[in-house]
């Protein structure tokens, strides 16, 4: 499945519009990762555990959306954008929202 953040796709014409789509993961930070963010936060750096829990969200919302996608029938998802937002008490979890519009393609 094509997916992008463009609102057309190059050499592909939209047949039809399926509808918006999204995937949302929120997932909560534990106290280790905390706790070695904390430290690079003192001294510099980048927070390898947090990035990783980063991807894992983005990857597992971007998989619910194209999952959403397949089941109206879209070969394709264009006009993608991502969200990201913290919640909970002392922002410990993290939501990780993506959303775009389904749509069928074909060759030009």
Do not use: W
Request: proline letters at 2%; hydrophobic letters at 40%.
């Amino acid at each position: 499945m094509i997916i992008t953040t463009t609102p057309t796709i190059e050499g592909h014409c939209i047949k039809e519009y399926k509808g918006i789509v999204s995937g949302e993961v929120i997932f909560g930070m534990n106290f280790m990762k905390d706790f070695f963010a904390s430290i690079h936060d003192v001294f510099g750096g980048r927070s390898n555990s947090y990035e990783k829990s980063m991807l894992e969200g983005r990857q597992t919302a971007l998989a619910e959306m194209e999952k959403n996608a397949k089941a109206l029938g879209a070969n394709a998802i264009v006009g993608v954008s991502y969200g990201y937002e913290t919640m909970g008490q002392n922002g410990s979890m993290l939501m990780v929202a993506i959303s775009g519009t389904a749509v069928v393609i074909e060759p030009c």
